[in-house]
């Protein structure tokens, strides 16, 4: 069995450019550029909790960071630095080596260094540590939404949640669209591009990985606001859409995980300058309801009646 | 069972007074002091692996950071901000509680801000990310050994390998010896003054983690050189200076891990200042052995002759 060392330069030791001190010392250097502070985020993602332990190795390296991108899309922030911790039960090589081509192919085509991490034995387990930059005072933070402001999301909602439903069986889908699901649930877009273009734009911003309600709801606790959403708005992606009647699709599109869409705020007036922003990064954007004074999260639905929500979304332990 | 949100609050939000935004966004901004650069690393903990399945929370909180304080250590800077994703098999609030004492309590100690995480369930998992701060270009480099340089490492070492096997029974010991080797097993103590204290006179360090053999031969080859250490300097803890005889204690100090006493190199001319540091740390320094120019690493017996050695170290994988 090859030795951890050899394992780490095997598959994650690459030049780190953007550091100043990468992979192979007791620590990693690095140093934002002038003007810029950092924005750092962990994310750990468990065999049997947040995958299948036989999970394709290839859409778990390329998961396990676009998540953590999605956090720092989320702050507005440009990514840079990642750390990566990984215990496997063993080393196997084949499975590192898809890992680490899902895994650096999406460091890849952000500019983000992979500048230090640790391999163990043990319960299959991925944890990431993003650094990215942005400028100093500018981020999107959840707790600067305000009465008034629009809300938006990004791209489409539902398909990864209803992707996992076709997966363990419960809901079962035609070929094409578990293609199509499957995809969003296994190999999720980080949505930087917009993130950063939303600088100066938008107020409030938060990555939906926990359904659409619970992290709206995030954003106005954090906020101390209310909010009201029209049902008939919300963006659901295809497979989803034709099929709302039914509770558990609805429940997809609000409260499904996994999506890793943008969730934000903006000023009435800004409606053109999101626009410009979805364009710019493109991906679309849908104004689906506005930010209230009033405590509280209503969703109204085709005849202006708000639904009955039976839970936001979820939550590793209170399931 | 409480949501992970409420765990998080309860357990783990603290002011981060240090950051720009600590816990509860997508991200914690954080930003270095000017001249400053910033050191980061991660190191997981596995049960299992690292420690057993029911080990003290208390001590596990305390030891999950302290390990990732020793690598800042190693590099000479200041830790600043950590960041925690915990594997729970189920929300147990006492072992949350004892765990976030330890762990916050030596946060607390450094100066160190909790400024995010992720809590999820899964098989026992502790990873830690830390962030330091130091000089912009002085850190201590496992590269940077030089030819003729003299090799230093602070405290005792083997008392952790040991407490080890008088855990497993391969070592029984009296009571006051146990106790003193799994004080330095459960807590260890990083030395982050002596990093500190350090810039500017010593050219290389490592922490030992591994053992003392793997981890200076991580730093000859960083550097490309060798080096010869003599046995009888290696500072042994005293449960382990009485039975050098038995090989496997004599392993424990060489090659035992979980010291995190800090190897370091220093120019002859600076003894003094090397003494000094450790004094103003309050921790002993020993100098035991020269780096030379010639590969490989040298272990002299008291008659002068090399003894022979079987492996260096302590390897997850090659185990």
């Known amino acids: 069995m090859a030795s951890e060392f050899d394992l780490i330069a095997r598959y994650f030791t690459h030049p780190a450019a953007g550091a100043r001190l990468g992979v192979g010392d007791d620590a990693a250097l690095i140093a934002p550029a002038p003007g810029m502070e950092l924005a750092v985020s962990t994310d750990m993602l468990v065999a049997g909790t947040h995958f299948l332990p036989d999970a394709d190795p290839l859409f778990l390296g390329h998961k396990a960071l676009a998540v953590n991108l999605s ?5 507005g922030a440009q990514p840079r630095w990642a750390l990566l911790a990984l215990a496997l ?5 084949p499975w590192l080596a898809a890992f ?7 460091a890849a085509r952000y500019g983000v260094d992979l500048v230090g991490g640790d391999t163990t034995r043990g319960p299959l387990n991925l944890s990431v540590t993003i650094l990215g930059e942005v400028e100093a005072g500018r981020a999107l933070r959840r707790d600067a939404a305000r009465a008034g402001d629009e809300v938006w999301v990004s791209g489409e909602l539902g398909a990864a949640a209803l992707g996992l439903r ?3 069986g419960a809901h079962p889908l035609g070929e094409a669209e578990a293609a199509a699901c499957l995809e969003r649930l296994h190999r999720p877009t980080p949505r930087v591009e917009l993130g950063r273009a939303l600088l100066g734009v938008a107020h409030a911003a938060i990555d939906i990985s926990d359904g659409l309600l619970a992290d709206l709801g995030h954003v106005l606790d954090a906020s101390g606001l209310g909010a009201e959403i029209e049902l ?8 989803v859409a034709g099929r709302l009647d039914d509770r558990q699709v609805l429940r997809c599109l ?3 995980g996994d999506d890793y869409e943008l969730c934000f705020t903006a000023p009435p007036g800004r409606a053109d300058a999101v626009r410009a922003a979805g364009e710019a990064a493109g991906v679309g954007v849908a104004r689906i309801g506005r930010i209230r004074a009033e405590p509280g999260l209503a969703v109204l639905g085709a005849d202006g009646r708000p639904l009955v929500l039976e839970g936001r979304g979820y939550d590793h332990f209170s399931a």
């Open 71 to 75: 956090d720092l899309a989320a702050m």
């Open 89 to 93: 039960p063993a080393a196997d090589e």
């Open 100 to 106: 680490s081509q899902g895994f650096m192919g999406l």
């Open 166 to 168: 076709h997966l363990t």
């Open 232 to 239: 008939a708005r919300v963006p659901a992606a295809p497979a």
């Open 254 to 256: 609000l409260a499904g």
